[in-house]
């Protein structure tokens, strides 16, 4: 079994590239903020506790998002592999994740990293906000936030992975979604 990271600001295009590596993979894409805005439609207690962590900026607690990738790990069949979006974003999370590979004799395969510069993050997240009509992305406060988030919590994993030799970097800006997605798929060929 294959396990993909996606990896990368807020806002770099993991979403946007996921089901073309998906299916050209034969992977199942687990988007952790798809599975939990999936809570919160739900109105689940997890979903309630998890909508006002994001409405705040913050991340959901770590054993929350672990329960769900591992559920998600046993239930899936006819796959691959695995493509994780949003997934791990702190060391511990990263570490939970080797846990959770080592215990099925397996380890993560490869993190693809879609980097771009935090005003692109900005734009692209406060352009999301309107189109798509996310409260949790609305203000420039909580975007703001969620950069401060990444660079504090979720960056220091670029070296996590880089010392096991399984990081990769592609450019996300500038380029078109085509451009970009091509030099996705073409680092991934050569993982």
Known sequence: MKYFILFGPPGAGKGTHAGALAQ??????????????AEIAAGTPLGIQARDLIAAGNLVPDEVVEGMIEKAFDSCTGIDGFLLDGFPRTLPQAEALDRITAARGETVTGVISIMIPDEEVFNRIAHRAEIEGRADDASKTTIAHRIETYHAQTEPLIEYYRKTGKYHEVAGFPGSIEEVRERVLELVENI
């Open 24 to 37: 050209k993979y034969n992977l199942k894409h687990l988007s952790t903020g798809e599975l939990l805005r």
